[in-house]
């Protein structure tokens, strides 16, 4: 009898640290291996990314198979803080089937610290971030769609090489970086590619169709405020929005008249027009003037690169404002008006316009 019930305890015992093990590295126990990436198991996608929760080791690649549709709660977060010790954990998500959020939420995944999410032959309906220290890959199957679906860039590393993100929000990139070397963004809303902060750079690809238009008809790419086209030839493309040009395959859009400090410069709207001016900072506040035409006032709009800083209205009895600014700094100005005519446009240190 005692013996017996030793020999049950071992078993027991053998049977809970298989199962342990199994947890700890899912190799053999629990699907095998493709490759060297090792399977995740779980009865349904929900139940795979928990067991990642869980489970994942670092320095290992993981393989999530989909056989059906599936569904899941917004914010799903795939990354690992760095007091987990964690790092340098692959998930390569795969199946010919598409996932979409069970509730009217957007977020469908965030990758963060230590993660990279490789998206092969898949459907995601919903946004996918990409937080500082989290990479995301796209490549040739792979899609991203539906009212909010998008890439969102802040901080971390997109790279796409083939699939399509179409028919929601495209890309937009708020720090970090994006590269593309092929691929498809169309048919989005907005803008194909918007970068706020961090560098997009473009080597292939395809980006057409969207709802933000360059006066060519191509579709546009926005650098904070600039809006740019892609030239018919050249090396391939980087867009620095903390820049004030674009370099490599890009073409500015929107033409800026260069200001000179304490020097008019004429001005001509059409009717409900824009006109758009760019000056460097040479003092720590800047005066902005303005002179009347045929026009008897402008409402007037000034920009760093990525973002409006300062707007007011100039008339007969107000012809100037000024703004606090980081000296060596480039700033833009954008002038409309409802009615078209004629004005002049200056800048300096002082509340005194220069001489006409």
């Not at 090792?38 to 928990?50: H, M, N, R, T, W």
């Not at 500082?132 to 009212?147: K, P, R």
Request: with cysteine; aromatic share 10%; glycine share 14%.
């Amino acid at each position: 009898m005692k013996k017996n019930g030793f020999f049950r305890v071992m078993a027991a015992f053998i049977a809970a640290a298989a199962i342990l093990l199994a947890g700890c590295d899912n190799i053999t126990n629990s699907g095998g291996q493709s490759g060297n990436e090792s399977a995740v198991p779980g009865a349904d996608l929900a139940a795979k990314l928990a067991w990642l929760k869980n489970y994942a080791r670092s320095d290992h690649s993981y393989l999530i198979t989909i056989d059906k549709n599936e569904t899941l709660a917004g914010d799903n977060y795939l990354y690992y803080p760095t007091s987990t010790g964690k790092g340098n954990i692959t998930i390569r998500l795969t199946g010919d089937w598409a996932i979409s959020l069970l509730f009217d939420d957007y977020l469908l995944f965030e990758i963060g610290n230590g993660v990279t999410l490789i998206l092969d032959k898949i459907a995601l309906y919903g946004e996918v971030r990409v937080e500082s220290g989290g990479v995301l890959e796209m490549g040739t199957g792979a899609i991203i769609t539906g009212e909010y679906g998008e890439v969102y860039v802040s901080g971390g590393t997109f790279t796409m090489s083939g699939g399509t993100i179409s028919n929601g929000y495209g890309v937009s990139v708020s720090g970090g970086t994006f590269t593309m070397s092929g691929g498809t963004i169309s048919n989005n809303t907005g803008v194909g590619v918007y970068v706020s902060g961090g560098i997009f750079t473009k080597t292939g690809g395809t980006i057409t169709g969207s709802d933000a238009q360059n006066s060519d008809g191509s579709t546009a790419v926005y650098a904070g405020i600039r809006k740019y086209r892609e030239k018919t030839a050249g090396p391939g493309v980087a867009l620095d929005s903390t820049k004030s040009g674009a370099a490599g395959g890009w073409d500015d859009d929107i033409i800026f008249t260069p200001l000179t400090v304490d020097t008019w410069a004429d001005g001509n709207l059409p009717q409900n027009g824009v006109q758009w001016f760019m000056f460097t900072a040479t003092a720590s506040t800047q005066y902005i003037h303005a002179s009347f035409g045929t026009l008897t006032s402008l409402y007037v709009q000034m920009y760093l690169p990525n973002n409006i800083v300062y707007s007011t209205s100039l008339h007969d009895s107000n012809k100037y404002t000024s703004l606090g600014v980081t000296v060596g700094q480039e700033y833009y100005i954008r002038v409309e008006n409802s009615n078209s005519g004629t004005y002049k446009i200056a800048f300096n240190a002082s509340q005194t316009a220069p001489a006409l």
